[in-house]
């Protein structure tokens, strides 16, 4: 039938047809925005989630600045990411004489001993629980010079006598003891918490860790670690 019609009549019919198409498919497109993003909130609500949020918090900052202050950024992480990752760290920390080694765990142990050292010299108050009031008292008698020399090595002494007296201490008069090593043992780690001869403890089995067992280990070498290297 088209064919039929003169081709100018043809083409502004084709035209029409695709101008009504054209409006159709725009006022789609619109109605499916307008589903979508409803108001303004929803609009940048998803803008927000677009973007990964930066953690602005104290710990966060100051965490950023911990690692940013440990790079070396005039290396290219390129050329050699060591020195990029950890240069300034090295140059800010020298391994100490009494160790082998130093990490970011020794600095936050230190840092972590320096901030017990104030809670321990802090008076006992009525906040504190049983096990804060143990730590202060046992700190205080452990920085009690004045009465350890007054006392000396008799505590020492007592407790050797316990477990059955040392040669070295008790001279000639000393005797073997009559007990079983293995009590002995038991009362060195029950009592002291101390391995003696062998280290040995409870802990999970390897084999099933829903089990505890005993465990047996070499005793470990009473040296400082840069020593043992
Ligand atoms: C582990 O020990 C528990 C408790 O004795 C036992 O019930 C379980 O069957 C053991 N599992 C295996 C794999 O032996």
């Known amino acids: 039938m088209l064919s ?16 009504v198409i054209l409006m159709l498919g725009i006022l789609l497109l619109v109605a ?11 609009l940048s609500a998803m803008q927000k ?17 911990t690692l940013l202050s440990a790079m070396d950024q005039t290396v290219s992480p390129c050329d050699d990411f ?25 600095v936050l142990s230190d840092q972590l001993h320096i901030i017990l050292k104030g809670v321990l010299e ?3 108050n009525a906040e504190d629980s049983s096990a804060t ?10 920085m009690d010079i004045k009465q350890i020399r007054l006392v000396g090595d008799a505590p020492i002494r007592e407790v050797l006598r316990s477990l059955g007296g040392w040669p070295v201490t008790e001279g000639v008069a000393w005797t ?25 403890w409870v802990g999970p089995d390897d084999k099933n860790s ?20």
Request: net charge positive.
């Open 4 to 19: 039929r019609r003169p081709p100018i009549i043809s083409f502004f019919l084709i035209i029409i047809l695709m101008l």
């Open 32 to 42: 499916v925005a307008r589903i979508e993003c409803p108001s303004k909130m929803t």
């Open 49 to 65: 989630a677009a973007k990964p949020e930066v953690c602005l918090t104290e710990s966060c900052v100051r965490t950023a600045a």
């Open 82 to 106: 060591f020195q990029y990752a950890c240069g300034a760290w090295n140059k800010k920390h020298v391994i100490p004489e009494d160790k082998s080694s130093i990490n970011v765990f020794d």
């Open 122 to 124: 802090e008076p006992s």
């Open 133 to 142: 009031r143990k730590a202060k008292l046992f700190y205080k008698s452990c």
């Open 176 to 200: 073997a003891p009559k007990g079983q090593l293995e009590i002995l043992l038991g009362r060195l780690r029950g009592e002291f918490n101390m391995g003696w001869l062998i280290e040995q």
């Open 210 to 229: 829903s089990v505890n067992i005993l465990q047996l280990d070499q005793i470990p070498l009473a040296l400082p670690a840069a020593t043992t290297i």
